[in-house]
């Protein structure tokens, strides 16, 4: 078990890296100083920020230094200004205390994409029988699932609010069976190979959405909240430094659908040769993005 003092003294030495992140960056590209993006290592975030780095190497050459850390960590970094941006932050529910606590130090550069968080189960399940997460109490449904929650790591965001789920609607004989992502998603795929009842605690964007044929309970109590907006955040005078940039995170947005699908393919290649081949096939609509702001004033009387 970590201790507090260890806590404290691992986020000290990543903070410390990500500053020494920085330092070492500072001179590159005839003088222009690289932006530091920080981004967590879930499948969602690498896509998005691998192909926000390779827009902007491309578009406006603009040096990118891609710094990887935990999501809190990320956000002490962005108040501290230690980073420059991080594109995934989940703001709607999930990361709202991090921006509370540290939003006078920080700015809001637009919204990229919508995600959600919630019970799933296979299509193949009637919605007849299992509609919203109250269906779950009725007593042939809890045999057919035999009381289990598949979910991720014990202890994160997800795993935390479904702890609350059960409690909210008294899911009594139920239990998260807390695994990592991928022997989640393994035990996931075995049960729907021997046609039984699986629920899972899910999350998207996600390639599993892409993979198999889900859908989310109805959760009347709101207890995982409704759609998430997932925002690009950058630390206080990012815009100001570096207007550009600001100006194509406005813009940035990817369809749920593509990123799901790149998600997936990079499980079987890897995610920087996907986003190459997305960022080929789509260049013009992405150069858009850097130009939406000229377009609209030119179309002002």
Not at 178 to 193: D, I, P, Q, V, Y
Not at 254 to 279: N, W
């Amino acid at each position: 078990m970590i201790t507090i003092k260890q806590g404290l003294n691992r986020a000290r030495l990543l903070l410390a890296g990500l500053a020494l992140a920085v330092t070492s960056t500072v001179s590159h590209a005839e003088g222009t100083r690289p932006i530091v993006v920080g981004w967590v290592n879930w499948a969602d975030a690498e896509i998005t920020t691998k192909l926000a780095k390779l827009a902007l190497e491309d578009q406006l050459k603009q040096p990118v230094k891609l710094v990887m850390a935990d999501i809190g960590i990320q956000f002490q970094a962005l108040s501290a200004g230690k980073v420059d941006i991080i594109p995934m932050a989940w703001l709607t529910y999930s990361h709202k205390p991090f921006w509370e606590k540290y939003k006078n130090k920080l700015e809001d550069l637009g919204v990229l994409y919508e995600g959600r968080l919630g019970l799933a189960v296979p299509t193949s399940i009637p919605v007849s029988e299992v509609a919203s997460i109250e269906d779950l109490n009725k007593p042939e449904v809890k045999e057919k699932l035999a009381g289990k929650i598949l979910t991720s790591e014990v202890g994160n965001g997800q795993y935390k609010t479904a702890t609350r789920a059960i409690e909210a609607y008294k899911l009594e004989g139920y239990k998260l069976v807390a695994s990592s992502e991928t022997g989640m998603l393994n035990e996931f795929e075995r049960n729907l190979k021997r046609d039984q009842w699986t629920l899972l605690n899910a999350w998207s964007p996600h390639w599993m959405f892409s993979t198999w044929s889900l859908r989310y309970l109805d959760d009347p109590k709101e207890v995982f909240g409704k759609a998430e907006q997932i925002h690009a955040v950058g630390r206080k005078g990012f815009s100001r430094d570096f207007p550009e940039v600001a100006n194509f995170f406005a813009h940035f947005t990817l369809p749920v659908k593509d990123l799901e699908t790149m998600m997936k393919q990079a499980r079987a290649t890897s995610a920087d040769e996907v986003v190459a081949q997305y960022y080929a096939a789509h260049k013009d609509t992405i150069a858009d993005m850097f130009k939406e702001d000229a377009a609209r004033t030119a179309q002002q009387p």
